[in-house]
């Protein structure tokens, strides 16, 4: 079957990754891999990557555009170090760049349009802010040295101490420079936190403010934030004046409903609510941890209600670094710095979206979602339906490319998820300026045991510095009379207390309605219950993954041991060809803890040499077959197998990051046996 398609150019938007095939490709020797950790359906557009340190031999610095599954629609190789790279209303790109920093502007097109730079000062790169709905003034700041008598203000204070202060500029479109503020005149020296690890009076330099973050709040007035003051503050952008000062010792608010606070900050913005959203870098709580958080700030009685504090299970910690935005679908996106994992995207209740990381071979300190798409090359569809497959010939769709530039392009590779959906056009493909393309796109299913299948295709056009991509959501049938399985995970005894439920289904499913399943009615579709169907409710949270074959069930707290639970569905689901789901309800039971197996103590596990620079190696009094899980300080897996001589084993962590490690042996029936704490130095 054939169908041709030539309506006007429409502008496409997301998704994909998997197979790449391609004649020549460059650029893609240099392409990182984003790796995807986790993914329950994530908000729909693109993160948006500049990179500020490498971390992996023969890596580059480079600015990047990659979708939810970590494929870039555009990458570009730099030359020096990038950051703080977001999107404007108005299609603009900015980020800043170079030694020393500077802030450049992009258009659609991807063209430099513009340089920012401070007046007489070297511009700071941590952040950047322009009014895109007002009068597009833009905001950058850069810090400078001063010498003051801290003997005059602390005892013991070093009389001629390097004071490192911050200055504030505002700009109008024409680069003119409008106002410079000062952190000198705004804050007193002593009103950094004495508790910081960073800031001592009594050093020959003293970072007392080290402001990282500017944003326009309102018509009249912007927010800095000073992370070594643990404060937000409010700044008339006529007078100068302060309107308002949030944490730290100068606070004016009472919090309420929230006794911790927030300290060593970054980020602040105003949500579209009126809310103050900021990440928590959390270095001074007890005990440390990074967090979104966000208040319902009563400016009039000075309050701060907590309204959500979004934070990782179990904890990220970003020391330094971070950011937080507020996707306009509601969901919470946070970058973790340099720190594992990178990013985590949390829907509206606080469960996970979609998790990334990239710390193994590049950092970018501040991470934004955004949807965007292209204009140097656009495509005449977004999506293509291929409609039924009739079994035996390939359907194809033919569909239109067009240049929007003065020079010849080339697509020189696509991209796809799965085997199913394919380009016949031979590449690479030329694309003259200003002239519609054909390219044929086909549809074979005949490996697939599915009725209903999707895809997303990426057209790249590739050089030796950069890439420009478009997407094109895809999706096409075949008959399909068979009934979707379900296994319901565990479903034995001997189950540990900290189990977590998982249902795998054998294809994607719906609602029996024909509704999609997403993380606002996933828990409304599962039971867990103690005994049988009729024992009591367990509280949970569950979760469905983006492809709509796995749902996570995680019990809020741990289970009971010796115990019986029930695991069913509320409703009867379906398959993306209507066939209703094939099922048996399931039955566990949890084991005692001490009923099998008794957990050995410290004292009955050696390990030398410790710490070790990569090879551990460990004698135990356990002598069955176990399982090891080596997990680093912040919680990521780094090592995992199997020891089939629990005696005596070794753990090898070359090539680790120095640092805190911990070893968790369980027995082939997942009992816990010991913890190890290692230290790779």
Not at 481 to 498: E, F
Request: hydrophobic letters at 35%.
């Amino acid at each position: 079957m054939k169908r041709y398609i030539l309506p006007p150019i429409i502008c496409c938007l997301i998704l994909l990754s998997g197979s790449v095939h391609a004649q020549s490709d460059p650029v893609s020797n240099y392409f990182p891999e984003i790796k995807i950790l986790e993914s329950n359906g994530p908000a729909p557009g693109y993160f948006f990557l500049a990179v500020k340190g490498l971390t992996a031999p023969g890596a580059k610095h480079y600015i990047a555009i990659v979708d939810n599954y970590g494929t870039p629609v555009f990458f570009r190789l730099m030359p020096k170090v990038s950051v703080s790279m977001r999107l404007l209303k108005n299609d603009t790109i900015g980020f800043i760049h170079g030694v020393p920093r500077k802030l450049y502007l992009m258009d659609e097109m991807l063209n430099i349009t513009d340089t920012i730079n401070t007046a007489g000062y070297k511009l700071d790169g941590h952040d950047w802010d322009i009014d895109d709905e007002g009068n597009h003034h833009r905001y950058v700041f850069a810090h400078y040295q001063r010498t003051v008598d801290m003997s005059q203000l602390v005892a013991g204070g070093n009389p001629s101490a390097v004071i490192e202060e911050t200055v504030i500029q505002e700009f109008d479109p024409d680069n003119n420079l409008l106002n410079t503020w000062r952190t000198e005149d705004l804050f007193d020296i002593l009103d950094g936190n004495d508790e910081s690890p960073h800031l001592d009076f009594t050093d020959a330099e003293v970072d007392y403010a080290h402001l990282n973050s500017v944003a326009i709040y309102s018509d009249t007035s912007f927010i800095v934030s000073t992370r070594h003051m643990n404060e937000i503050t409010n700044i008339d952008r006529r007078s100068g004046e302060i309107i308002w000062r949030l944490g730290g010792k100068k606070n004016e608010f009472t919090f309420i409903d929230d006794p911790e606070g927030f300290n060593h900050q970054h980020c602040p913005r105003r949500l579209e609510n009126g809310n103050l959203l900021l990440f928590d870098n959390g270095n001074l709580h007890d005990p440390q941890y990074s967090s979104a958080v966000e208040y319902e700030l009563d400016e009039a009685n000075k309050t701060a209600k907590l309204v959500n504090r979004f934070r990782r299970t179990p904890d990220a910690l970003a020391l330094r670094d971070g950011s937080v935005q507020r996707h306009k679908n509601g969901n919470t996106i946070i970058s973790w710095g340099p720190f594992w994992p990178s990013l985590t995207e949390f829907h509206p209740d606080g469960s996970v979206a979609i998790e990334l990381d990239m710390t193994d071979h590049s950092l970018s300190p501040r991470i934004e979602k955004f949807e965007w798409k292209t204009k140097v090359f656009e495509t005449s569809l977004d999506s293509v339906d291929f409609g039924m497959y009739d079994g035996v010939n390939p359907v194809e769709v033919t569909i239109q490319l067009l240049n929007n530039t003065d020079t010849v392009m080339h697509i020189t590779s696509f991209t796809g998820r799965t085997a199913h959906f394919n380009v016949a056009s031979s590449l690479p493909l030329s694309m003259q300026p200003g002239v519609l393309t054909d390219i044929t796109l086909t549809f074979d299913p005949q490996n697939s045991d599915v009725g209903y299948l999707k895809d997303v295709l990426t057209l790249s056009s590739d050089n030796e510095n950069q890439r420009i991509a478009r997407q094109v959501f895809l999706e096409g049938y075949q008959q399909d009379n068979i009934s979707p399985t379900l296994i319901i995970m565990p479903d034995s005894s001997n189950v540990p207390v900290d189990a977590v439920v998982t249902m795998e289904f054998s294809e994607p499913v719906r609602r029996s309605d024909g509704s999609e399943i997403d993380y606002s009615n996933v828990n409304d579709l599962i039971v867990l219950r103690t005994a049988d169907q009729n024992g009591d409710n367990v509280p949970f949270n569950a979760t469905i993954n983006t492809d709509k074959t796995m749902v996570t069930v995680n019990p809020a707290s741990l289970l009971d041991s010796s115990a019986i639970y029930y695991v069913d569905l509320t409703e009867h689901l379906e398959d993306y060809s209507g066939n209703i789901i094939t099922y048996a309800p399931e039955t566990f039971y949890t084991v005692a803890p001490l009923s099998v197996e008794r957990p050995l103590s410290n004292e009955e596990f050696k390990v030398f040499p410790n710490p070790s620079s990569d090879i551990f190696t460990i004698t135990s009094a356990y002598h069955q077959n176990a399982n090891i899980k080596v997990f680093s300080s912040r919680g990521s897996i780094v090592s995992e197998h199997p020891v089939f001589n629990p005696a005596r084993f070794m753990i090898d962590l070359t090539g680790q990051p120095p640092g805190v490690y911990y070893a968790i042996i369980r027995s082939d029936e997942n009992l816990f046996i010991g913890r190890l704490k290692l230290l790779v130095e």
